[in-house]
């Protein structure tokens, strides 16, 4: 069996994904993370449409791997309702989002074509 190195973490993902129905949910929560996390994330774009293996809308958040254990206690304690995928970044972005993710909330299925998969 393959064991993978962590030190080939460059960082991670984090994906708070929503809908119609939770996009104010969505945004308030998107300001708290800014206004609280903001030297510990990298607040991405805010999609209103599913993005790339993303079955729902959603924005990502960057995290710097010395904060990731921080962050994702926070996320686990804040997200309110919405859902939150979470994955690694290696050279091998099927396994990260895959093999090595893991959810906040209730899980989706991926389109995982959109990563060769």
């Known amino acids: ?45 805010f999609h209103e449409r599913p993005v790339g293996p993303h079955p729902m809308w959603s ?24 859902d939150v995928f979470v994955h690694p970044n290696t050279a091998d972005a099927l396994r990260d989002h895959r093999d090595a993710a893991v959810w906040i909330g209730q899980s989706h299925t991926l389109n995982l074509a959109a990563l060769g998969g």
Request: charge should be negative; avoid cysteine.
């Open 1 to 45: 069996m393959n064991h993978p190195d962590p030190a080939d973490i460059s960082g991670w993902h984090a994906h708070i994904y929503f809908d119609a129905n939770t996009r104010d949910v969505a945004w308030a929560l998107r300001e708290t993370i800014a206004a609280q996390l903001g030297d510990a994330v990298e607040i991405g774009r």
């Open 59 to 82: 924005y990502q958040l960057a995290i710097p791997g010395e904060r990731f254990a921080a962050v994702f206690a926070w996320l686990v304690l804040n997200h309110g309702a919405l």
